[in-house]
């Protein structure tokens, strides 16, 4: 059912806002530490236990799917909420973080690549698997 | 008129949906007609969200963009912290666990290397312009990583509204130069077969930059690149607002 989908996705955020909060206070800082990420290991962790142990049917799927494919959006929506007319006035600093760290991450690709190029057997991937989805 | 504003004001999460349907559907019409999809729709609509954003700051003179008009209120709610870490964490179903072994030790090393880089980079930039607080320093270095983990990190840290928003281009001038300079830098890095397309994806992390770059590469490296990709968002969520954070403030004193 729909529902199990969705409540599911509900379980994880608040059980890994929850961690988040809990880290925070164990470290003394005011923050959420690291919960979304907290959230997104406990649904990789729980889908697939399930799947392993009696399946998820198409239906709990697409109630995590809808939230899934809702996420631009979402982004979007957190995008014109910004205090974009104050961050104006220091716009040059978002340009030159962004695109410097692009060229310095496109400078390492040749690098990385030979690291991993001396085992063969990280090579020769088939094509892509199915997936579970 | 009035009745009608009534019903938008009383329905607003609705409404939200249609602006930001609208908004969308907008978006991808620019990007088929205009950049023949070399720009993707998401990145021109996070952008045109954004100019909203500054429109609203600028008729209202508050702080809160778009969401400080009432009309736009479901805006606020869409966007807000509750939704916005629900559907965040949606985009984890779906990765499966033999896939990140697949992915091996190269998509392991560009992720670490890819997230932790761009972090240390972003991070200088905001120091090099005056920013000395570690808050400050790791939401943009947060958003050298992409356009989602800024926000989640500036929020979950408390940054103030404009350096998340801040963070928020820092993102998005990385998703647009990956999407429009990766068939230049193709060759150059030696971008033309699956594997490097996988230390690709890890480095650059931006998904939506990093398939829009690599379909307008060869589209057949797509699916290498976006596999390590969508590790990344998550492993910068995870990162940026607890270990890098700390360690900025450590480093900060």
């Known amino acids: 059912m729909v529902i199990y989908g969705v409540a599911l996705l509900a379980f994880c955020t608040i059980a890994g806002l929850y961690v988040g909060d ?24 729980g889908s697939t236990w399930l799947m392993r142990r009696e399946g998820i049917t198409p239906a709990t799927a697409q109630g995590i799917g809808f939230w899934n494919a809702i996420y631009i959006p979402i982004v979007v929506a957190v995008a014109a909420q910004q205090n974009v007319a104050g961050a ?31 085992r063969p057997a990280a090579e020769a991937r088939p094509e892509r698997a199915p997936v579970a989805s | ?18 602006v930001i349907g609208a908004i969308v559907w907008l978006s991808y019409l620019i990007s088929n007609r205009l950049t023949r999809g070399r ?26 963009g778009l969401a400080d008009l009432p009309v736009f209120g479901g805006v606020a709610l869409l966007g ?11 985009t984890a179903y779906g990765v499966d666990i033999a896939e990140i072994k697949k992915a091996g030790v190269s998509g392991t090393v560009s992720l670490l290397v890819g997230v932790v880089g761009s972090f240390i980079v972003g991070g200088a930039i905001g120091w090099i312009f005056g920013y000395r607080d570690p808050v400050s320093i790791t939401t943009l270095g947060a958003g050298a990583n992409t356009f989602i983990v800024g926000p989640i990190t500036g929020a979950a840290i408390g940054a103030s509204s404009e350096l998340i928003a801040l963070s928020i281009a820092a993102g998005l001038t ?3 130069l990956v999407m429009t300079a990766t068939p230049f830098a193709a060759r150059v890095i030696g971008l033309d077969n699956p594997q490097t397309a996988m230390v690709f994806g890890g480095l650059m ?26 590790f990344y968002t998550g492993l910068g969520c995870l990162l940026c607002p607890s270990v890098l954070f700390l360690a900025v403030r450590a480093l900060l004193g």
Not at chain 1, 92 to 102: E, K, Q, R, Y
Not at chain 2, 80 to 90: E, N, W
């Open chain 1, 22 to 45: 809990l880290l925070g206070i164990a470290i003394g800082v005011q923050a959420n530490v690291g919960g979304v990420g907290f959230g997104m290991l406990l649904v990789i962790l």
């Open chain 1, 88 to 118: 104006l006035s220091g716009g040059a600093v978002a340009i030159l973080a962004g695109a410097l760290a692009v060229v310095a991450c496109a400078a390492l690709v040749p690098a990385i690549d030979r690291l991993s190029r001396r």
């Open chain 2, 1 to 18: 008129m009035r009745a009608f504003i009534d019903v938008i004001e009383r329905n607003n999460l609705l409404a939200g949906f249609a």
């Open chain 2, 39 to 64: 720009v993707h729709g998401s990145a021109i609509a996070i952008f045109v969200g954004l100019v909203l954003a500054w429109i609203g700051g600028v008729v209202t003179g508050g702080e809160r």
């Open chain 2, 80 to 90: 807000g912290a509750m939704l916005r870490d629900f559907a965040v964490i949606a």
């Open chain 2, 174 to 176: 990385k998703s647009i």
């Open chain 2, 205 to 230: 992390g931006t998904t939506s930059g990093v398939s829009g770059g690599l379909a307008a590469t060869d589209p057949k490296l797509v699916p290498y690149g976006a596999m390590t990709a969508t």
